[in-house]
């Protein structure tokens, strides 16, 4: 073991010497130095941050193999390729394993033959696996992705819960977990289920200086998307992320039809399809990939140009995390979001109809705030984003808001109307209405619904045709954001909530984002 004077340059020596960089980024070396002396650590860094070295250097520097958990099956081979493309001896065990690779990495484990070797968390419940590691001798153990230990989070492992154990059953061996969703909620968790209470914790700057925040009005999605692609990002890689298989796939069959290379990738299809389609957008150039958030935990591809996302993320751990996976080679690169009442509506109503205690509903809930706030916001979106994982930063003059500040107006009267509007409805509980019929109202529209519910008698019948639908669809989305309105039941229907009546009641004045003025395309017709 070596002492604190020459670990430094036993590690950039390392850094040099096996994988041919000249210099450590941020704070890569203390983290090294600190886990090679036998400490914990918490590891805190953005996507392409450069987590793997700060353990694979300990790895290399410490008696004993070092047992990396990781719940990328898919990505292991990659990662044991590229470490022994460099010298490195790595292997891994999982279920892709036939029975012979399987007795041949463990027995190099026995033999200490290997640096590394990668374990599905799943494996390490199991008697055979537990009894293997002891056999050996084990440097350190790397818990990667370590924020799949969250509940709250949608990349929950319940394997990870078991994590603790390790702890428990090889105690003098230090532990380093990494993740890149930087909460300190997700934070806390960590440190408390992994048992990581005195771990040193590591923390990186979250910022993505080189990506270009923007969320823009859904109108006609994929026309505005082809628009982006083709201004502004011919020919480049790029990940576009959708809710649902069924729009993944049609949003892949239109892009073809325009003459993109463009891929489904969702856990609908088999797992052939899948891999050979991960090949392709990691190997060739410039393809698109359509997916849903199955796609992307642990891509490594440096040049992916922009992420666009059709539908609203549930999070802004989520956000971050997915539009991370953009220009991880430190080139401008888009995050692209589309976004539009429709999105709310269908947020809420899966929140409401979760499966769940009321707690987990809260959470939920409160995770869509977040995401809700980070659209309507007036101030800057990277300000905004990076306040949520507690950094405070600057306007950063890269981002929508900032090159095109939205303009905020005065909306109470618009509020009062709309609200009214949902209150006469709601006293006629037997039926329940969405935003469209409310909207309808509003303008005056004498619908066949209208007609038949004779809302065209209502006071309210016609008071809002100072606004067009769009804003009235507007001002029904940022009310939602805000908490003054509420989705409730199968149908959308909209309700008021306790802080309504404060409208209502000219207690409290609404301030509105004004959507930026349509870019004026002149090969189409205004409007369409
Ligand atoms: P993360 O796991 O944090 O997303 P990686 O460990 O995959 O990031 O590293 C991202 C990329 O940066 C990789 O291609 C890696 O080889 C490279 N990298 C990491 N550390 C350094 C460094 N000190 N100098 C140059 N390149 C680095
Ligand atoms: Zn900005």
């Given at each position: 073991m070596s002492s604190p004077t020459d670990q430094q340059p036993a590690a950039l020596e390392t850094l040099r010497r096996v994988f041919g960089y000249d210099a450590f980024r941020g704070f890569q070396q203390e983290v090294i130095e600190h886990v090679t002396a036998g400490g914990d650590a918490l590891?805190?860094?953005?996507?392409?941050?450069?987590?793997?070295?700060?353990?694979?250097?300990?790895?290399?520097?410490?008696?004993?193999?070092?047992?990396?958990?990781?719940?990328?099956?898919?990505?292991?081979?990659?990662?044991?390729?590229?470490?022994?493309?460099?010298?490195?001896?790595?292997?891994?065990l999982n279920s892709t394993l036939d029975v012979d690779a399987r007795r041949a990495v463990e027995r190099a484990f026995v033999a200490r033959e290997l640096?590394?070797?990668?374990?599905?968390?799943?494996?390490?419940?199991?008697?055979?696996?537990?009894?293997l590691l002891d056999q050996g001798r084990i440097s350190l153990f790397a818990i990667d992705e370590a924020h799949c230990v969250s509940q709250w989070g949608h990349d929950f492992r319940p394997d990870y819960l078991a994590l603790s154990m390790l702890h428990e059953r090889w105690p003098g061996v230090p532990r380093i977990a990494?993740?890149?969703?930087?909460?300190?909620?997700?934070?806390?968790?960590?440190?408390?289920?992994?048992?990581?209470?005195?771990?040193?914790?590591?923390?990186?700057?979250?910022?993505?200086?080189?990506?270009?925040?923007?969320?823009?009005?859904?109108?006609?999605?994929?026309r505005q998307l082809l628009a982006l692609l083709r201004d502004e990002h011919p020919g480049d890689a790029g990940i576009i992320y959708c809710l649902s298989r069924a729009t993944v796939e049609k949003t892949a069959e239109f892009l073809v039809d325009n003459g993109v290379t463009a891929l489904p990738y969702h856990a609908g299809l088999d797992a052939v399809t899948r891999a050979r389609h991960q090949q392709r957008f990691l190997r060739e150039d410039g393809v698109v990939m359509v997916a849903t958030i199955a796609f992307g935990m642990g891509i490594d591809k440096p040049d992916v140009r922009f992420v666009a996302h059709l539908d609203?993320?549930?999070?802004?751990e989520g956000y971050y995390q997915e539009t991370g996976r953009a220009g991880r080679d430190g080139l401008p690169a888009t995050a692209w979001l589309a976004y539009g009442l429709t999105d709310v509506v269908q947020q809420r109503r899966l929140i409401d109809t979760s499966e769940g205690d009321p707690a987990h509903r809260r959470n939920l809930a409160t995770h869509l705030e977040a995401m809700l706030a980070l659209c309507e916001t007036v101030r800057c979106r990277r300000a905004q984003l990076l306040d949520y994982f507690g950094e405070t930063a600057p306007a950063c003059g890269n981002c929508d808001t900032c090159l095109q500040p939205p303009e905020s107006w005065d909306g109470t009267i618009a509020a009062q109307k709309l609200l009214s509007t949902i209150y006469r409805l709601d006293r006629e509980r037997s039926q329940r209405f969405g935003a469209g019929h409310c909207v309808d109202i509003l303008l005056g529209r004498a619908t066949d619904k209208i007609q038949q519910h004779r809302h065209d008698s209502l006071t309210v019948f016609g008071i809002g045709t100072d606004l067009s639908e769009a804003e009235w669809r507007g001002v029904v989305r940022q009310l939602l954001a805000e908490g003054l309105l509420a989705v409730e039941g199968d149908y959308g229907t909209l309700a008021l909530t306790d802080t309504s009546a404060e409208v209502l009641g000219r207690r409290r004045t609404v301030m509105l984002r004004r959507e930026p003025a349509r870019k004026a395309r002149p090969a189409k017709p205004r409007g369409a």
């Open positions: 590891v805190l860094m953005p996507t392409g941050g450069g987590k793997s070295l700060c353990y694979q250097i300990p790895a290399l520097l410490r008696d004993g193999v070092a047992v990396v958990v990781s719940p990328l099956i898919a990505l292991m081979q990659d990662q044991v390729d590229a470490l022994t493309a460099v010298g490195v001896r790595a292997g891994f640096d590394l070797l990668y374990l599905a968390p799943e494996a390490l419940g199991t008697r055979g696996v537990q009894h990494l993740t890149a969703t930087a909460t300190s909620a997700t934070r806390a968790e960590i440190s408390t289920r992994l048992q990581l209470t005195s771990a040193r914790h590591f923390v990186a700057s979250f910022d993505r200086p080189n990506i270009q925040y923007r969320i823009a009005a859904k109108r006609e999605p994929k609203l993320p549930k999070s802004v």
